[in-house]
């Protein structure tokens, strides 16, 4: 089939596989002497008693081929649901295989994610599978906001940090006020998900450098 232009999902070439040879048996038998109606009788009785057994297992194998048909989730996508948020490595028939960004690699059931909400942080047919991020800090309300927000603005744009994007730029915004302080963010776009918490460290370290050589400290809230 690749070579004619034509791929399926890993799935349904088994699913395909076993069917064919599950043809090829019972041609096999019916010619060796066997009536073929008897045989289609027995197994539409075994395929019964198979599919009670096993609902939940039939469950995970069709969400796994549903993942893959429609293309809603593929190997390399970034996605989040509940407290879990990695890379997909793998889909099975019974799982989902996810990479998290502490290097544990936790299967979900196929049933759950086709029955569950989860959020895909990075698309991997994007051009640049970018995240956003966003960093809190608070200075004192005697600073003028204009102030604030170009000091860090114009640092973060001139500094090209590692795994911070330039496009779209990011942004440092006005977000809300305190008994005392101002509340800021720097908002940027990952272009690696995986080491966020790092670059967000690095955000950090420029927005406090930054402010520091403009003689404004952060607000203790």
Known sequence: L???GIRISGILGDILVIVGYVAWAFLRL??????????????AVLTAVVAISMQETLGNLLGGLALQMDNSLEIGDWIQ??????????????????????????????????????????NKRQTLPLQRR??????????????????????????????????????????????GYAHYAVRYWLLDPGPDEATDSEVRHHILAALQREGL?????
């Open 81 to 122: 649901m509940d407290d879990l948020a990695g890379r997909v490595s793998d889909i099975q028939w019974r799982y989902t295989a996810i990479i998290c960004r502490s290097g544990e690699r936790v299967l979900v059931p196929n049933s759950h994610l086709m029955k569950n909400r989860y959020a895909l942080i990075c």
């Open 2 to 4: 690749p070579r004619i």
């Open 134 to 179: 966003s960093i809190g800090f608070d200075v004192d309300l005697s600073v003028p906001p204009g102030r604030v927000t170009s000091t860090v603005l114009q640092d973060i744009s001139t500094a090209r940090i590692p795994n911070v994007s330039a496009t779209p730029t990011p942004q440092c915004l006005l977000l809300n006020f305190g008994p």
């Open 30 to 43: 019916n010619l060796a002497g066997m009536q073929l109606s008897h045989l289609l009788t027995t197994s």
């Open 217 to 221: 400290r952060l607000a203790v809230s």
